[in-house]
């Protein structure tokens, strides 16, 4: 059993540089790698995971998708705007065959974030007069 949790902490580690690598690389996932990595460290090392929600930079994301609030408009529309530039650096640069399937890709994961992953709104209290 105590293998299993070190496979979890190893493969939780991998995922949050992978995370924290997307950050700074457009086009490649940062969200996904971070929702893995908490779900490793979860199952790993209860404190490995409570340290990534309690960062002050991460956690929130993760924490976000977690409790089910999804992403703010604003991450939504940088997210397929980054995606989508870099969809089209990388068809300019492949063969039509790639090309096609690289734009396909791209389309299938614009429509995961536009329609699967939820919009994050603030509860807006109107006053009554």
Do not use: E
């Not at 409570?50 to 991460?58: E, F, G, S, V």
């Not at 939504?76 to 300019?92: L, Q, R």
């Amino acid at each position: 059993m105590r293998g299993i949790k070190i496979l979890y902490v190893i493969l939780g580690t991998i995922s949050l540089i992978t995370g924290i690598i997307g950050i700074i690389v457009p086009g490649l996932p940062t969200t996904i790698f971070l929702l893995f990595a908490a779900t490793m460290y979860f199952h790993g090392n209860k404190k490995f995971h409570d340290k990534l929600l309690a960062n002050k930079y991460l956690g929130k994301y993760i924490s976000d998708f977690q409790s089910g609030k999804g992403m703010s408009l604003k991450a939504k529309i940088y997210s397929i705007i980054t995606m989508w530039i870099m969809i089209s650096i990388s068809a300019y640069f492949a063969t039509y065959n790639l090309a096609m399937a690289i734009i396909i890709f791209g389309l299938i994961g614009t429509l995961c974030i536009l329609f699967l992953v939820p919009l994050y709104r603030k509860n807006r209290i109107k006053k009554q007069i």
